[in-house]
């Protein structure tokens, strides 16, 4: 997979862009959007090798969540890539090892701490960062580009239960494959005669039974 541009604009808002050496946070020698390797005093760059860096960053960053191997949608892999930009991959295997997808997100807002001068501290900065990661994670994915197809919004209501099963086949007797919790927004593709809503599950198409839920 590759980051979408939502994805890109979010790394850009929190590394903003500085075209000469500064050093981060933590006392890092940094450029243009975040880069770090092989930055000297005294540099300065253009906007176009800002740009440049910053492509040349996020492909290893992309190939790091890749090589994680999981199912993952477009707003999860991209929350994920910036998270491994700005923590590293050994964070980013740290947070998503022996993890579902569903616990990954309950984790991310932890790395919030960095070190100066020897101690740990937490930054506001990377307390509102970790927050817009888990929110994009969590985001339901209403233009999926592994699905060209026209869809409906609806809400998820469910009184009895907090979560709304979600089932591979349109069958109360397929397998469960994963849940959308009460107060969701989710894409729905078309409806089936049965009366089971065809939705976006983790970029694959899945079933959640249409009686749950109410057209925005």
Not at 31 to 53: C, F, M, P, R, S
Not at 106 to 123: D, W
Request: glycine share 6%; hydrophobic share 35%.
């Amino acid at each position: 997979m590759k980051i979408s541009q939502k994805g890109i604009n979010l790394i850009k808002n929190f590394e903003g862009l500085k075209l000469y050496t500064y050093s981060d946070s933590a006392g890092i020698l940094t450029i243009g959007y975040g880069h770090t390797k092989g930055v000297q005093i005294g540099d300065t760059i253009t906007q176009e090798e800002a740009e440049n860096l910053l492509r040349e960053d996020i492909e290893y960053f992309e190939k790091a969540v890749n090589n994680l191997n999981l199912n993952l949608n477009q707003n999860q892999f991209d929350a994920l890539v910036s998270f491994a930009f700005n923590c590293g991959t050994g964070n980013l295997i740290k947070l998503t090892k022996n993890r579902t997808l569903e616990q990954i997100p309950e984790h991310i807002e932890y790395y919030c701490n960095t070190t100066v001068n020897g101690k740990k501290v937490k930054l506001p900065g990377l307390v509102r960062r970790r927050q817009a990661e888990k929110e994009l994670y969590l985001s339901p994915l209403l233009n999926n580009e592994k699905i060209d197809s026209s869809y409906e919004v609806y809400y998820v209501n469910v009184k009895s239960n907090r979560h709304l099963n979600v089932r591979k086949e349109p069958s109360s007797y397929s397998e469960i494959i994963g849940k959308f919790a009460s107060g969701n927004h989710i894409a729905v593709f078309s409806i089936t005669e049965n009366n089971w809503a065809e939705v976006d599950f983790q970029g694959k198409r899945a079933y959640v039974s249409k009686r749950y839920l109410e057209k925005l």
